[in-house]
Each structure stands twice: as structure tokens, then as C-alpha cells.
């Protein structure tokens, strides 16, 4: 199985040792099991461990979980479709897709939006401890939405 890893799961790796304990029995122990991030991702998490001051123990972890993830690129006419696709979509203004009853429309932040369309065109499942993308669920992308609060 494919997973994409939004910002969050590496970040969380480093700074929770429970959370990074489960991860690994619960995903990494499957030899079948690749893993991608989006370049988008990438960015944000250089802009996390510079703004936090991160030594040079948690940037070697930090950089060994990325090694053993393939990037997304951007430069790709699929990915920039699919983005379109999500945005219109979670604003509940696309025609042949409407939103589910009960449900309103939403605005995505863009990374996000960069992070959904990289996992709908790789048909990975987005592992994710927001709910960001909970109403892309099923519809569009599949999302393993993980609830960090056993994990404090």
C-alpha cells in the first residue's frame, strides 16, 4: 500500500516517541508499504525546524524519516488538475461531484490542497492527525486520519 504522509506525521515522529512507536508497528512493519510526500510538505517542515530551533539531533531524525519517503513533485498536469478538482470540489462547486447533504462548503488551505491532489494522483491514502481533509474522505482521496490525543 502506498502512503502519502502529510506534514504532520514526520514532525509528530520526532517530537512524540509514542506516537513514533505506534507509527512504526502500525505502518512501517510491512515491508509492502511505501511511503511519498509531497514536495509542498517538504517546505513546511524546513519552516517548522528552523522557526522551533531545532538541533541537529531532531533535524538527523528528522532528515533519516524523509530519506525513506519518495517526494511528489508539483511539475505534473495531473497534480495541477486534481488540485483544481479538490478546491472546486470542497467548495461545493463542482457540477458533477456536489458535496453530501448536510455538508457545507469549505475553504482549503492551498498546501493542503497541494498535499490532497499528490495523493489523488499517486492513489495513496493520506495518513494525516488533522481533519483537513476528513470531508475528501471517500470521495476523492482516501485519508487514515489518526487522533493524536491517545498519543499525549
Request: charged share 25%.
Amino acid at each position: 500500500m502506498n502512503y502519502i504522509l502529510d506534514t504532520n506525521i514526520p514532525i509528530l515522529m520526532v517530537k512524540n516517541s509514542k506516537f513514533s512507536t505506534f507509527f512504526k508497528d502500525v505502518f512501517s512493519e510491512d515491508s509492502a508499504h511505501t511511503f511519498s510526500i509531497c514536495i509542498v510538505s517538504l517546505g513546511e517542515i524546513d519552516s517548522i525546524v528552523r522557526q522551533n530551533q531545532w538541533g541537529s539531533k531532531k533535524a538527523k531524525q528528522i532528515i533519516e524519516i524523509l530519506s525513506k519517503a519518495e517526494v511528489i513533485n508539483l511539475d505534473n498536469k495531473e497534480i495541477i488538475s486534481a488540485y483544481g478538482t479538490l478546491d472546486a470540489y470542497s467548495q461545493g462547486k463542482l457540477k458533477d461531484k456536489p458535496l453530501p447533504v448536510g455538508m457545507s462548503a469549505r475553504n482549503m488551505g492551498k498546501n493542503d490542497l497541494w498535499i490532497a491532489a499528490s495523493a489523488m494522483i499517486a492513489q495513496g491514502t493520506l495518513i494525516t492527525t488533522d481533519k483537513d481533509f476528513n470531508h475528501l474522505h471517500e470521495t476523492l482521496i482516501k485519508v487514515d486520519y489518526i487522533d493524536i490525543k491517545e498519543f499525549q
